[in-house]
C-alpha cells in the first residue's frame, strides 16, 4: 500500500515541461541544424572575402596600398550588410516553417506538448542565434585580419557595427518567419522571401526618389517614408552611430540631424524593434490558426 502511494506520489511531483525548456529544446535543434547547413559557411566566407575587398578598394580610393584600416572601411560595408544580411535573414527564417510543414515535421511537433508560440520562439531564437554567430565569426575575422595588416583605427566602429548588424537581422529574420507561416511550400516562401529583399533593396528607394520628385514631398516627409524601410533606418543608424555625417543621405539625413538630434537612436531603435515584433506577432496568429497539413 506504501509502495503504491510513494510511486503515485512521485508521478503527481512530476511536472510538465516549461515554456523556456520547450522553446530552448527546440531552439537548439533549430540551431543545429542551421550550422551545419550550407548556407552558415558560405554567407560567414562572404562576409570575409567582401569586407577584405572593400578594405582594398578603400585603400586604392585614398591613394594607398593594401589594407586599409577598419574605420575607412565602415561606410562601405554598411552597403554590403545592407545586400548580405537581410538576404541571408530572410531566406533562413522563410525556409523554416514552410520546409517543416512540407515535410509532416510541424504536424509532429504540434503533436507534442508544445504549444504554436513556443515552437515559433524556439524556431526564432535557434536562427537568431546562428545569424549572430555568421555575424560575429564574419566581421570579427575581417577585423583581425585589417588590424594584422592595416591597423584598427576605430574598434568601437565594429562594435557598433555587428550589433546594428544583428538587430536588422533579427528584423528580417521575423519577416521570413512570417513568410513561412503563410505558405506551405518552402520554395515558394524563399520566392517570396527573395522577391522582399529585392523590393527592400532596390525597389524602394526608387519608388522613394520617384515619389519625392512626382508628389515634391518635404523634408521631413521624406524622413518619415525612409523611416518605414528596415534597411533603411539600418544605414541612417550605423552612419549616425559612427558619427559619420548624414549628408550623405542627402537633405533628409540633414533634416534628421538638425531637427532630433540625440533623439535619433530612441527613433532608430523603435523603428528596427517594429521590425523585430509585429512580424512575429503576425506569425503567431497565423501559425495558432491555420492548419500544420
Not at 22 to 51: H, M
Not at 215 to 220: F, K, N, P, S, V
Request: hydrophobic share 55%; proline share 3%.
Amino acid at each position: 500500500m506504501s509502495t503504491a502511494i510513494s510511486v503515485g506520489d512521485a508521478f503527481a511531483s512530476r511536472r510538465p515541461p516549461s515554456m523556456a525548456s520547450n522553446t530552448l529544446c527546440i531552439a537548439r535543434r533549430e540551431l543545429r541544424d542551421a550550422l551545419k547547413s550550407r548556407w552558415f559557411v558560405l554567407y560567414t566566407l562572404a562576409f570575409v572575402v567582401l569586407g577584405l575587398a572593400v578594405s582594398f578598394v578603400s585603400a586604392a580610393g585614398t591613394g594607398g596600398t593594401g589594407f586599409s584600416g577598419f574605420g575607412r572601411t565602415t561606410a562601405g560595408l554598411v552597403n554590403l550588410i545592407l545586400l548580405v544580411v537581410p538576404l541571408m535573414a530572410l531566406t533562413a527564417g522563410a525556409a523554416t516553417i514552410a520546409s517543416d510543414r512540407e515535410r509532416g515535421m510541424l504536424a509532429y511537433l504540434l503533436s507534442q506538448p508544445v504549444s504554436p508560440v513556443e515552437v515559433l520562439l524556439g524556431k526564432y531564437i535557434g536562427l537568431g542565434a546562428s545569424l549572430l554567430a555568421a555575424i560575429s565569426l564574419g566581421l570579427g575575422a575581417c577585423a583581425v585580419i585589417l588590424s594584422w595588416r592595416g591597423g584598427v583605427s576605430s574598434p568601437q566602429a565594429i562594435l557598433w557595427l555587428a550589433g546594428l548588424s544583428f538587430v536588422l537581422a533579427l528584423g528580417m529574420l521575423s519577416v521570413g518567419i512570417m513568410i513561412s507561416s503563410l505558405t506551405r511550400r518552402a520554395s515558394a516562401a524563399v520566392g517570396v522571401a527573395i522577391f522582399v529583399w529585392l523590393t527592400l533593396v532596390f525597389v524602394s528607394d526608387l519608388a522613394l526618389m520617384a515619389g519625392a520628385v512626382a508628389l515634391h514631398l518635404r523634408i521631413d516627409e521624406l524622413f518619415a517614408l525612409s523611416l518605414l524601410n528596415p534597411l533603411q533606418v539600418f544605414k541612417m543608424w550605423s552612419l549616425h552611430a559612427i558619427d559619420a555625417n548624414l549628408d550623405v543621405l542627402g537633405p533628409a539625413g540633414l533634416y534628421a540631424v538638425e531637427e532630433y538630434g540625440r533623439s535619433l537612436h530612441a527613433i532608430f531603435a523603435v523603428g528596427l524593434s517594429a521590425w523585430i515584433v509585429l512580424p512575429l506577432v503576425v506569425a503567431s496568429v497565423v501559425l495558432a490558426r491555420k492548419s500544420p497539413l
